[in-house]
């Protein structure tokens, strides 16, 4: 387990333009609305990254481990231990207007969400069991499957 990166590439000629590291193993992701922001969920780290899409570096980081979440600047340092994850978050999904991420919690069964502007822990809600993929209807309503518990939930 060692921290991994993600492929920035051109989409009009496929071809990497940079890599970014961000964590040990970087999971689902997706862009916030405005294309200004890359969210991506950090599995071995219980850790939420931020990249800067103008600069190509992670810009903010947010530790999702229960009892100590808490949002920091610049790229992650070190690596949490195995025994210590409690959230194992496997997917990231910014809300439609982009001033939340919600973060699949696999371990806990539970979505935390993140305040974009504040960089703080508004909330964890339920989900199913071994919840995983996230994504946001046109509407506004979460989508969620649980891999453990094969379905999917909406919030």
Not at 45 to 71: Q, W
Not at 99 to 122: F, G
Request: proline share 5%.
């Amino acid at each position: 387990m060692v921290p991994s990166s993600i492929s920035i590439v051109a989409t009009d000629g496929m071809a990497e333009v940079a890599r970014v590291t961000t964590c040990t193993m970087p999971h689902g992701s997706r862009l916030n609305p405005q294309g200004t922001k890359h969210y991506s969920a950090c599995m071995m780290d219980d850790m939420l990254a931020e990249i800067d899409t103008t600069k190509f570096d992670v810009s903010r980081h947010f530790m999702l481990t229960a009892g100590k979440e808490t949002g920091m600047d610049g790229a992650p340092h070190g690596q949490m231990k195995m025994s210590e994850l409690t959230c194992v978050p496997t997917w990231a999904q910014p809300s439609n207007d982009g001033s939340e991420v919600y973060v699949a919690c696999n371990k806990s069964n539970d979505i935390a969400v993140i305040d974009v502007a504040s960089w703080k822990l508004l909330r964890r809600f339920p989900a199913g069991n071994g919840v995983y993929n996230l994504a946001m209807t046109k509407d506004g309503r979460l989508i969620a499957t649980n891999k453990r518990g094969q379905s999917v939930s909406i919030f």
